[in-house]
């Protein structure tokens, strides 16, 4: 097997990695003034930047595949540094998308929640059928066990905070239903985002101690921001439940052309008004939801040696689109490819 662009680079620094994740072992590395490590594709010639930042991604965080939407050349930065248990990494980097498919088998101490900040640009978080538009100001958070998605459609310069899970374990607090969740910019996670980031930024200048000492009050203000969001829910209980329930009514029926407004009205014994109310405060229409849901599972099934057999048409019909022309260019929207292009490229990786 070749070599790959980060192992053929001179150097040995190392990105510093959380308990239970893989170390890379790229050499492209630099160590910048302080604590933390640098990985950048600066440098690297641009046939070189794809990959290598693919194989960084997979790397760090194990598990995580990556998706550049078709772009064969790519420009990124990571730098990571650690507060105690808690992880910090600011991401600079062009458009791009990363996904966990299943749930991870991981031990204890790599048992973390994984938070998503942006500086500039917007991360959209995906994790049990939700979906979290983040924009600078707010934050998302996500479980790093289980299956997710984040799309950067455009250049991000991105705050990332892992958080052990066990320094958020508190009676009574349920979260599984807070992740793939957005906060807004004001209150405790107004605060608790300050922290993240003046932590981030003044962690080369902190003694051991006291980097301890400032991750362990982010992961407070975390959980405070979490408790927060939760009694935030008790009052809109009631319609996030229902909204769930549609969603996961979508999943079941996505591939049948079917699938309308006027079925999943009849289906929950409700009005069409009804259902648009519901969905009101949601980041996305129940239309743009179930197109979104249908792409992500054609794009699974390009990507799928298994399915080599299967025309392009064969797949999107089976997933409930109807017109071939009408699924090409919204797929061309979502991806920045055509599928076919994007169905070989997945085949050529």
């Known amino acids: ?45 641009a046939a070189e930047t794809a990959p290598a930042w693919t194989e960084w991604m997979g790397q760090l965080f ?7 939407y078709g772009d064969a050349s790519f420009d990124g930065r990571v730098a990571t540094a650690c507060a105690g248990d808690v992880v910090l990494t600011r ?8 996904r966990r498919r299943g749930s991870a088998s991981c031990r204890p101490d790599a048992d973390y929640l994984k938070i998503v900040a942006p500086w500039q640009g917007e991360a959209q978080v995906e994790q049990e059928g939700r979906l979290a538009r983040v924009r600078p100001g ?65 962690l080369q200048h902190m003694a051991p ?3 301890s000492g400032a991750g362990a009050a982010i992961a407070e203000l ?28 979508i999943g079941r029926h996505l591939r049948d052309p079917g699938l309308t407004l006027d079925q999943i009205a009849l289906a929950f014994g409700c009005s069409k008004r009804h259902l648009h109310h519901a969905f009101a405060g949601a980041e996305q229409s129940i239309a743009h939801y179930i197109m979104q849901r249908r792409l992500q599972a054609c794009m ?25 022309a009408h ?10 490819l055509s599928p076919t292009d994007f169905r070989r490229q997945a085949m050529l990786s």
């Open 1 to 45: 097997m070749a070599s790959s662009p980060l192992a053929s680079r001179s150097g040995t620094s190392l990105l510093p990695a959380a308990p239970g994740q893989a170390t890379p072992t790229a050499a492209h590395a630099q160590r910048p003034s302080g604590a933390g490590t640098v990985l950048s594709t600066d440098g690297l010639h």
């Open 62 to 68: 194990h598990g995580i595949e990556s998706d550049l």
């Open 91 to 98: 991401l600079q980097a062009n458009r791009h998308r990363v």
């Open 138 to 202: 707010g934050w998302a958070v996500y479980d790093m066990t289980r299956s997710y998605c984040v799309s950067n459609p455009q250049y991000s310069d991105h705050l990332i905070v892992m958080v052990p899970r066990a320094a958020l374990a508190e009676r009574g607090l349920a979260l599984a239903p807070l992740m793939g969740r957005g906060t807004g910019g004001s209150g405790i996670a107004r605060v608790a985002l300050e922290a993240m980031r003046s932590t981030y930024q003044e």
């Open 209 to 211: 101690g006291t980097a």
């Open 222 to 249: 975390v959980r405070l921001s979490l408790l927060e969001m939760s009694g935030e829910q008790t009052a809109v209980s009631r319609q996030e439940a229902f909204r769930d329930s549609v969603r996961e009514y």
């Open 300 to 324: 699974r099934d390009l990507r799928d040696p298994a399915m080599a057999g299967q025309t392009i048409t064969d797949i999107a019909f089976a997933w409930g689109f109807s017109n071939g």
């Open 327 to 336: 699924f090409s260019r919204v797929f061309r929207d979502h991806s920045g």
